[in-house]
């Protein structure tokens, strides 16, 4: 980041000016506070990592993830490694434009060119993209609650998959009843702190057996290698292995309601608001980092699993038996005890996800509103209501998806490829926000601009691939 002083700042339109956001939802009046200055203090106000960590550690790692391996062995281990890490500099950088703009996402994206004629309110193309997204986002919650369900009858086989799921569906509308983002981050942390251990303990473990990871198999997955038989399931696990795009903008809502952009307040020009400006971002990023550490622990763990044992056993996960067929990367490592170890893993990735997404989705829908022109911007009780009641019907249209399909692998691979064609979408949406919006001293500096430019032209070409494969 350049050196946040003030300077010139007069937007060509007014419209433009971030200082008339005037959101009591992001900028509520006397918010106003100064940034920690030492790294203990700035741990208490870490937190969106967490929640989205629990969201990304889910379908992406234990299903796609750990298919891909089963499917080419270790040779795409740099794919994996770019899938987390080259998405990151956008999620930094759409929430610097959210937290220091005072906008939600949607509202975001309503800003660029090119409007559609709706019922009540004209509304930019982004939107319209958004909203399909939302329900292939649906079929993907149908495979994390299902994938969920399907680890607990992994110990308790005498029970009903389908009545599992109903009554996970049941306990995740009651813990989202309240709305509340500290109750969600404390419930989120117990999860990412499980999965992760649990992950990184069977990766280690694997290495005294005879399916462990030699020098020669990470070598092997840096030769740079694309196995287009697998093309599908690659960019499957591109668009939900690390952050995907319908994290990436929920990432920017759990920013909002930590309350980053209220702390910063709202634009005024003056001295203070670019110290605070400046302070809040380097909380901002330390957070980033945290979910980068964190993702980075739970996803090549499961890739080596997959390609370890799956790959060496001739499995691929598929079907009602997805998890059962995950299951054998610990049982035919660590013996049939591991069977528990597996199964309280998978379910605490996949239901963290499950109760994560559900959560995110519900900010969505109040600004969805806003857009389109049928709620009021100023109220916010409104949007907190809506909140509370998606949080406790939407797990319940997650069991019907999977009550419907039962094919937790397929339903996942399906959110996943629209998610990976909208991530150049997000990337062009926060290049032109920030250079059209954003003060110049509080922009990204020259090397995180073009390193996002580069990611946006590499996401632009995968877009293109994963409507070849898929649809052509």
Not at 140 to 158: D, K, R, S, Y
Request: with cysteine; charged share 15%; glycine share 10%.
């Amino acid at each position: 980041m350049t050196d946040a002083t003030p300077g010139t700042y007069a937007p060509e339109n007014p419209e433009d000016d971030i200082g008339r956001a005037n959101d009591e939802y992001t900028q509520p009046e006397g918010a106003q506070e100064d940034a920690p200055s030492t790294f203990a203090e700035t741990v208490k106000y870490l937190g969106p990592s967490v929640i989205i960590s629990a969201t990304i550690v889910g379908s992406g790692e234990i299903i796609l993830t750990a298919s891909l391996g089963a499917a080419v062995c270790y040779v795409m281990l740099w794919w994996v490694l770019f899938s987390c890490w080259s998405k990151s500099i956008l999620q930094a950088e759409l929430a610097r434009y959210i937290v220091l703009s005072g906008d939600t996402y949607l509202r975001a994206i309503n800003r660029v060119p090119g409007r559609i004629p709706g019922p009540r309110n004209d509304f930019a193309w982004p939107i319209g993209l958004g909203l399909i997204g939302f329900v292939t986002g649906l079929t993907g919650l149908g495979g994390l609650i299902g994938g969920a369900g399907q680890a607990v009858t992994l110990v308790f086989p005498e029970l009903n998959t389908i009545y599992v799921v109903g009554f996970l569906a049941l306990v995740a509308a009651c813990v989202l009843a309240s709305g509340s983002y500290r109750r969600l981050e404390n419930v989120m942390l117990v999860f990412v702190l499980t999965f992760t251990v649990l992950t990184i303990t069977g990766a280690i473990l694997m290495q005294d057996t005879q399916y462990a990871t030699r020098p020669a198999d990470i070598l092997s997955g840096f030769t740079f290698e694309f196995s287009t038989a697998f093309a599908v399931l690659a960019l499957a696990a591109y668009g939900y292995t690390g952050v995907n795009s319908g994290e990436i903008s929920g990432y920017s809502y759990w920013c909002i309601e930590k309350g980053y952009p209220a702390r910063i307040g709202r634009f005024d020009g003056s001295d203070g608001w670019y110290r605070r400006a400046e302070g809040w971002l380097k909380v901002l990023r330390t957070d980033v980092w945290i979910t980068l550490a964190l993702l980075t622990c739970a996803t090549i763990p499961f890739y080596f699993l997959g390609a370890g044992v799956l790959h060496a056993m001739g499995q691929t996960p598929t079907g009602t038996d997805t998890i059962p067929a995950l299951s054998h990367m610990f049982t035919e490592t660590l013996g049939s005890w591991s069977l528990w170890l597996f199964a309280i893993g998978a379910f605490c990735i996949l239901y963290s996800s499950t109760v994560a997404g559900v959560a995110a989705g519900a900010r969505y829908i109040p600004d969805y509103l806003i857009e389109l022109g049928f709620l009021s911007r100023e109220n916010v009780a409104a949007r907190h209501k809506i909140i509370r009641w998606y949080g406790m019907i939407v797990p319940f249209i997650g069991l019907g998806m999977y009550a419907g399909f039962q094919r937790p692998a397929m339903m996942v691979t399906i959110a996943a490829s629209y998610a990976a064609m909208m991530l150049p979408m997000q990337s062009g949406i926060t290049l032109y926000l920030q250079k059209r919006r954003l003060p110049e001293a509080v922009r990204p500096g020259s090397l995180a601009v073009n390193f996002l430019r580069l990611i946006f032209v590499v996401q632009l070409i995968l877009a293109g691939c994963v409507i070849y494969f898929t649809v052509l």
